[in-house]
């Protein structure tokens, strides 16, 4: 589903915003990206999602080559995948309906259809009876709700999430990650961002990538990985 072997990514001279990363997830995995700011988090979504491309290495998604792939073909390939982005990127002075609907009229998709749609995504994420609302008055866990119902609203094989739960409090933060799974219980593969430890400890079979300084130190199931760095920081009283 997604591979990546031995990729790079710098930004002028030899500074390495990713450097020599070898990582794969699975169709229907659940893998968290994690590492302190500044690891390389953002940049590993983004060459996913052909928001930048790799400057060495080879990058598959979907079994199509990124490397080789024309700049023709981005909009096919983000057709696969769905994105939410820690500071929402909604439309604030259109409805929740809206927001949701344009990425499905983008697509054509008849208007009897997009409606259906559209409903039944806010019943999911729980803003069906918020759909007229404009979404600058709606509080940060509702735009982060309406902002997962946009990213899965055109049924991709793939939703990317770049620190999705950073600016809201814990209670929602659950919620929100809920909603992740609920998606991901559905067959969709969820790659999400964060530096939240205990969020990667509330998704039972999760996989996850830890990146630090660019490098990937440690990859595999999560909880053996996670208690396997949380015995090394007993051990040497460092941090992740």
Do not use: W
């Not at 998604?61 to 929402?88: A, E, M, T």
């Not at 409090?169 to 659950?174: F, G, K, S, V």
């Amino acid at each position: 589903m997604i591979q990546l072997y031995h990729v790079y990514k710098a930004y002028g001279g030899e500074q390495h915003a990713l450097h020599d990363v070898t990582l794969t997830a699975d169709k229907g995995d659940f893998l968290f990206i994690t590492g302190p700011s500044g690891a390389g988090k953002t940049t590993l979504l983004k060459l996913i999602f052909c928001a930048e491309q790799a400057t060495r290495g080879q990058l598959l998604v979907d079994g199509i080559n990124l490397q080789r792939l024309k700049r023709s073909g981005v909009p096919y390939l983000r057709r696969k995948i769905g994105v939410v982005f820690q500071d929402f990127k909604l439309l604030g002075e259109r409805t929740v309906f809206a927001n949701v609907g344009l990425t499905l009229e983008v697509t054509g998709r008849p208007r009897a259809y997009i409606e259906k749609k559209v409903r039944q995504i806010l019943r999911l994420v729980g803003l069906d009876a918020k759909e007229n609302h404009l979404c600058c008055r709606l509080s940060g866990g509702e735009q982060q709700r309406v902002a997962i119902a946009r990213a899965v609203a055109a049924n991709p094989i793939i939703v990317l999430a770049d620190e999705p739960t950073g600016n809201l409090d814990d209670e929602i933060t659950l919620e929100i990650l809920e909603l992740f799974r609920e998606i991901n219980r559905r067959g969709t593969t969820v790659v999400l961002a964060t530096h939240n430890r205990e969020l990667i400890e509330k998704v039972p079979g999760a996989k996850v990538g830890i990146l630090r300084q660019g490098r990937l130190v440690a990859a595999g199931v999560a909880r053996q990985v996670m208690a396997q760095r949380s015995a090394l920081e007993i051990s040497s009283q460092g941090v992740l």
